[in-house]
């Protein structure tokens, strides 16, 4: 069973598209979403923008819980889409995350309102975001498939799709999984930063701790490993603001697999798995959408084999 299948059949419509000249490499990439996704959305940040398009997100569906006023405007929230979750073998299927990253250089634009990785649930969403927006959309468009008990805690895959070099000659698209860029579990990501911030600190005031302090302060700060409590508002004695700490990360260029350390061709719309999701099934699911896909195997430099699957649409 492909847990998720719906990235699948949206790389597969992207790709129709792009061979009907319907979207191109340069096209807007919330309609290149929209028109490629069709009815299977769960949420969109920007359903003003979809409504723009003549695409209505609300299409067929009655949502009591969210008020007129929120129906078509933009959350400014994580993520950009999630899509229609999915019941087989009574389990909890597609549901998946779709974060957005344009950008006109080589770089991966950074991630501004949470750091990615290869899952999360509504709930981390709705703790990262300080309110149940996300949820509540997602449920209402899911309908009885939300009334499942552990949909609000259920781990949605976590895909990006990235743009680079947007209106030249080198540009690259991918949906890339999330597990490209945690190569090390997002626990031990927080706990290093913190105990690096420390340690800067420390050098800048010419402080030094004895190896026992520090052994004891390195286990207290190896507890900080929960993005739902490292996100959320403090409630902090006498103070009258409640502080709140936005994390934001930017890519290593070898966590960029459209840099110079992968051999990704230019020119093309691309999917990027991890060897640990990838199977001859998937493999032959894919290829049967189009005989233009090529799978090329690329080595992370920090997270071992991946496959990708590339399209380089005619010109």
Not at 40 to 69: H, I, M, Q, S, T
Not at 231 to 248: C, N
Request: proline share 4%.
């Amino acid at each position: 069973m492909i847990a998720f299948e719906d990235i699948l059949e949206l790389y597969a419509s992207c790709v129709r598209q792009l061979s009907k000249r319907k979207i191109s490499l340069n096209s807007d990439m919330l309609e290149m979403v929209a028109i490629s996704a069709g009815n299977n959305l769960a949420y969109a940040d920007d359903r003003k923008g979809l409504l723009d398009l003549k695409l209505d997100f609300w299409r067929n569906v009655e949502c009591p819980p969210v008020r007129e006023g929120l129906k078509y405007s933009t959350s400014q929230q994580f993520p950009d889409f999630i899509l229609q979750s999915k019941k087989t073998n009574k389990q909890l299927v597609n549901g998946s995350i779709l974060e957005l990253k344009d950008s006109k250089g080589g770089s991966i634009a950074s991630f501004n309102s949470t750091i990615p990785t290869k899952t999360k649930s509504l709930r981390e969403i709705d703790v990262i975001n300080q309110t149940d927006t996300v949820s509540k959309i997602a449920r209402c468009k899911d309908g009885p498939i939300s009334q499942v008990n552990d949909y609000y805690d259920f781990q949605r895959n976590c895909f990006y799709l990235v743009r680079t070099h947007r209106d030249s000659d080198k540009v690259k698209i991918s949906i890339i999984h999330g597990s490209f860029f945690e190569t090390i579990p997002k626990e031990t990501l927080f706990y290093q930063m913190f105990l690096n911030a420390l340690h800067g600190n420390l050098s800048n005031k010419n402080v030094s701790l004895s190896p026992e302090a520090m052994k004891e302060v390195e286990k207290a700060l190896s507890y900080m490993t929960d993005q739902t409590v490292i996100a959320s508002s403090q409630e902090i004695d006498k103070a009258s603001v409640k502080p709140r700490l936005r994390i934001m990360a930017e890519v290593h260029s070898e966590g960029n697999p459209h840099g110079n350390n992968y051999d990704i061709p230019e020119g093309t719309f691309n999917l990027i798995l991890p060897q640990s999701l990838f199977s001859s099934e998937l493999k032959d699911s894919i290829l049967a959408t189009n005989r233009g896909i090529d799978v090329i195997e690329i080595h992370h430099k920090r997270n071992g084999t991946h496959y990708v699957f590339s399209f380089h649409p005619k010109a």
